[in-house]
């Protein structure tokens, strides 16, 4: 167990729903990360927050958007959902500054139908 | 062009049969190299961070070494068990964010 704890597990939907994945951080660590994988992409990076600020930005869609809270969870927000979109979403958390070890949630599977 | 290249996709050892697998990066200014170990549906765990060519670092049947353009993880008599999908990411730079290869999926059978 990573100390990271993501809900839902499972989500089905249908195309054009929007649907917010929740993660809560390790106890102490103020970073937050976001990762999608899919079967061909493999772990993509999405987007970081550090206490509450965005801090970077990957492959994430305009469709897609996260924040993090004052008591550090975040929330990664999927709207227009389109059938790709369907993939395992994870979060992971880590104490700041480079390098350091990220630890990963057990994941978000989305289903778009 | 792909920063982080894993070989072999996919090995299928017999238990007790030691074998490596292979992380090859592009990245320049690497500030980490990490290992994490994937079970299907679940997240990655983290096995492993590597910092400077030369480094080594063991944990149990698994030691992962580290060169100036590739990291290995040797697995040593392994065991059913150790079947996952074995994921090496990188960090360059001032960047926080992990890039990944695409993986080694290991099948020991018994």
């Known amino acids: 167990d990573s100390g990271v704890t993501q809900t839902p597990k499972h989500l089905i939907t249908a195309t054009g729903q929007r649907v917010t994945l929740r993660c809560s951080p390790r106890?102490?660590?103020?970073?937050v990360y976001w990762y999608q994988q899919s079967l061909d992409q493999g772990l993509q990076f999405l987007i970081h927050y550090y206490n509450g600020e965005e801090r970077a930005k990957g492959n994430i869609l305009e469709r897609f958007s996260a924040q993090q809270f004052p008591d550090l969870h975040s929330e990664l927000n999927l709207s227009s959902l389109e059938l790709g979109d369907s993939a395992l979403y994870f979060c992971a958390s880590s104490i700041a500054g480079v390098p350091n070890e990220q630890f990963f949630g057990p994941g978000t599977r989305l289903t778009v139908l | 062009e792909d920063q982080v290249t894993q070989s072999p996709e996919a090995l299928r050892l017999q238990e007790g049969e030691s074998s490596s697998l292979n992380c090859s990066y592009t990245?320049?200014?690497?500030?980490?190299l990490f290992w994490y170990r994937q079970d299907p549906g679940k997240g990655p765990e983290f096995l492993f961070t590597l910092y400077s060519a030369g480094e080594e670092k063991e944990k149990e049947r698994l030691k992962a070494t580290l060169t100036k353009k590739e990291s290995f993880l040797h697995i040593t008599a392994p065991k059913p068990e150790d079947s996952a999908t074995y994921l090496c990411?990188?960090?360059?730079?001032?960047?926080?964010?992990?890039?990944f290869g695409k993986g080694t999926k290991l099948t020991v059978n018994p």
């Open positions: 990245v320049s200014g690497l500030r980490g």
């Open positions: 990411a990188v960090q360059e730079g001032g960047s926080e964010k992990l890039v």
């Open positions: 106890s102490g660590d103020l970073s």
